[in-house]
């Protein structure tokens, strides 16, 4: 059974829709998801690590694969802005396979992404909500690995 089901016919409020879902999500392994958990777990942790710190921590404590793959979690949610912003914040880096501490020059290039970033008009929740709802019963099936259990 999906856990978001119930949460989506409660709640109407975007927010308090994303935040119940990720909260029903707690500490499941990022492997143990469906693609539809991981995306919206992955765009969550996003948002919080920039929120809190910026590009520069969010690198610094998630390296760049989890950026990488939240990049395309960012598009198929459809947050294109939060994606470009990605984008550019992995192209500023260039190819380097590692974050370490960051050169002046490029701290000052993620911090204008930063500041881009908390300017984005369009909140990420309505999108969001919608593709919780648009993919509802994959919210629900965590510790398989994905594999649907029939019912």
Do not use: H
């Amino acid at each position: 059974m999906s856990y978001a089901k119930p949460i989506l016919e409660k709640e109407s409020d975007p927010f308090e829709i994303c935040f119940q879902v990720v909260n029903m999500m707690g500490g499941v392994d990022l492997d143990a998801m469906t693609e539809p958990e991981r995306n919206v777990a992955l765009a969550d942790r996003m948002w919080g690590q920039i929120n809190n710190g910026g590009y520069e921590q969010y690198f610094f404590n998630d390296g760049l694969e989890y950026p990488k793959e939240c990049l395309n979690a960012l598009n198929t949610i459809g947050l294109p802005r939060s994606a470009a912003l990605l984008k550019e914040a992995l192209e500023v880096l260039g190819d380097t396979t590692e974050y370490t501490i960051a050169s002046d020059e490029i701290r000052a290039a993620l911090s204008d992404l930063d500041d881009r970033f908390y300017r984005i008009e369009d909140e990420p929740f309505p999108q969001t909500a919608a593709y919780i709802r648009a993919n509802v019963d994959a919210f629900g099936w965590q510790g398989d690995n994905g594999q649907n259990k029939a019912e």
